[in-house]
């Protein structure tokens, strides 16, 4: 079974500041199936990467990307307040289906 | 544009069965592209993958090992939605329910539409 983790498990940041967010999985993945999202309260999960490296539509160039095998990477360049929210990374494919990571939560400070 | 539309009950007692609807707009449940999702969110658990309907030719379903036993999901076509069950619930199922189209199109699978999410709570 394929795990997903997460780290930091929090990251507290003034904005203009640079987040790098860590999953790193226990297996490889397929990075075609290894996607990124932002979870604020109250709201939906939203669509940041997919494919290991390709913004969603009308996320801002600031969210990057990167990573493969079993090390993926969440680059968010100039932080902004709005940016404060749990981040997920996901991998889909692989036992199970489907997984998520714990999550980072980032504080714009 | 995609939306999906949740509905049911926020309360459901012990050994119930918690029941979910998400209605589609603005694609198809039958679509060869999309595979139809439910997703859970806990304190204790995180987010948390239920299982999914989608077609191909046929009507296939996938399920968490963690609910394979008590859960169904069914599709509607003459209302395009799709809907939840889970049967025989615990406190421990309590939490946020989302619906979520999975866009297969192309070599990519990633989430790309949510529904808003409602909070279940089991309770007595």
């Known amino acids: 079974e394929i795990v997903l983790t997460q780290s930091p498990g929090t990251l507290s940041l003034s904005p203009g500041e640079r987040a790098t967010l860590s999953c790193r999985a226990s297996?490889?993945?397929?990075?075609?199936?290894f996607a990124w999202y932002q979870h604020k309260p109250g709201q939906a999960p939203r669509l940041l990467i997919y494919?290991?490296?390709s913004r969603a539509a009308g996320i801002p160039d600031r969210f990057s990307g990167s990573g493969s095998g079993t090390d993926f990477t969440l680059t968010i360049s100039r932080l902004e307040p709005e940016d404060s929210a749990v981040y997920y990374c996901?991998?889909?494919?692989?036992?199970?289906?489907?997984?998520f990571g714990q999550g980072t939560k980032l504080e714009i400070k | 544009q995609v939306q999906l539309q949740q509905s049911g009950p926020g309360l459901v007692e012990p050994s119930q069965t918690l029941s979910l609807t998400c209605a589609i707009s603005?694609?198809?449940?039958?679509?060869?592209?999309?595979?139809w999702t439910w997703i859970r969110q806990s304190p204790s658990r995180g987010l948390e993958w239920l299982g999914c309907?989608?077609?191909?030719?046929?009507?296939?379903?996938n399920y968490a090992v963690s609910v394979r036993s008590r859960m169904t999901i069914n599709a509607d076509t003459s209302k395009n939605q799709f809907s939840l069950q889970l049967n025989s619930v615990t406190p421990e199922d309590t939490a946020v329910y989302y619906c979520?189209?999975?866009?297969?199109?192309?070599?990519?699978?990633?989430?790309?539409?949510w529904g808003q999410g409602i909070l279940v709570t089991v309770s007595s």
């Open positions: 979520a189209r999975l866009n297969t199109e192309g070599t990519t699978r990633h989430f790309d539409n």
């Open positions: 603005g694609d198809s449940v039958s679509s060869s592209s999309a595979a």
């Open positions: 309907t989608y077609y191909r030719s046929k009507w296939s379903n």
């Open positions: 297996q490889s993945l397929n990075i075609n199936y």
């Open positions: 494919g290991s490296s």
């Open positions: 996901q991998q889909y494919g692989s036992s199970p289906l489907c997984s």
